[in-house]
């Protein structure tokens, strides 16, 4: 895989089919590798990616209904057989405690790795890892369920013909980038005069919800949405009901909030053509549109083009 992408292990909802495995999803970020909402099948699934348990730095599990969470007894004994060397942190949603002290000692096995139990408290909630931010919002289901996304700050790109206009370079560079000014020949440069902003990329995972603020805040000028869609519009009243979305709500989401590539998932069994979820996507969204499919990777889009400093 290359240093940011998305490798999926599933795309089903509540019930696995002959073609669709259960939810999860891997997000290689740098040295990060985030394990999302991992269902039945997930290890086996994980042997077809190159990504191996060692790789795994965190697991964020959105709520505990059993094909977003059922994968987790073997994943966490998995981490423990392969003696992983790093601490694994562990988000989930606090008021599913229960089920996760259950189910991460579903079986008896002998516990080696070091899993750092980081459960999401309060909407909004924020991590911050070393490639950025990671947070949650709550999401509108029937139990305890949050979204997540990756938010990596902006940084700056130098643009060489300033720099060279003010005789700036080698080292003297390096320092302008960190400290963010520079004494040259009796004159104060600072960075934004030889510099454009280089936007940070941003990763959101929406899972089981009907629309509510916190999709739209998770969405919100996504380089890469990951998003449910459970049912078509025919079925936007059950929809509604069970807490859910269709692939027209997802699509208009996504169109609204700036979303620049769209990955669709979690089909309902009920649908065995995937196409028509990406004719329905299509009315509302012209980006680019990922219907997913088991055990396909999805690259994280290149970055926006930088703005004037």
């Not at 009243?237 to 700036?258: C, N």
């Amino acid at each position: 895989m290359s240093m940011r992408e998305l490798a999926v292990l599933g795309t089903a909802s509540q019930a696995p089919t002959r073609q669709r495995n259960h939810n999860g999803y891997l997000l290689r970020w740098d040295d990060e590798v985030l394990l999302f909402d991992p269902g039945e099948g997930s290890q086996r699934q994980m042997l077809h990616t190159g990504i191996s348990a060692t790789d795994l730095t965190r697991i964020c599990v959105t709520h505990f209904h059993g094909d977003h969470c059922l994968g987790l007894p073997g994943m966490i004994q998995r981490l423990s057989l392969d003696r992983v060397p790093h601490p694994v942190a562990v988000h989930f949603p606090a008021g599913g405690a229960d089920y996760f002290a259950r189910l991460r000692h579903a079986s008896s096995f002998y516990e080696t790795a070091e899993l750092a139990v980081e459960p999401i408290e309060a909407d909004g909630q924020r991590i911050t890892l070393g490639i950025g931010t990671l947070e949650a919002r709550r999401l509108r289901h029937p139990i305890e369920t949050y979204g997540y996304r990756l938010v990596e700050p902006d940084g700056c790109r130098m643009l060489p013909e300033k720099l060279s206009a003010y005789g700036i370079a080698g080292p003297a560079v390096g320092q302008l980038l960190r400290d963010g000014l520079l004494d040259v020949d009796g004159r104060r440069v600072t960075r934004d005069e030889v510099s454009v902003t280089r936007p940070g990329q941003r990763f959101a995972f929406v899972m089981d919800t009907g629309l509510c603020e916190g999709v739209w805040a998770l969405a919100e000028h996504a380089d890469l949405l990951v998003i449910e869609s459970t049912f078509l519009e025919s079925e936007a009243a059950l929809a509604a009901e069970v807490g859910h979305l269709t692939a027209g709500q997802a699509a208009r989401v996504a169109a609204e909030s700036g979303v620049r590539t769209l990955v669709l998932t979690h089909f309902s069994q009920r649908y065995a053509d995937p196409r028509r979820f990406a004719d329905e996507a299509r009315a509302h969204f012209a980006g680019e549109l990922v219907i997913a499919e088991d055990l396909m990777t999805i690259q994280v889009p290149p970055r926006r083009v930088a703005s004037a400093g």
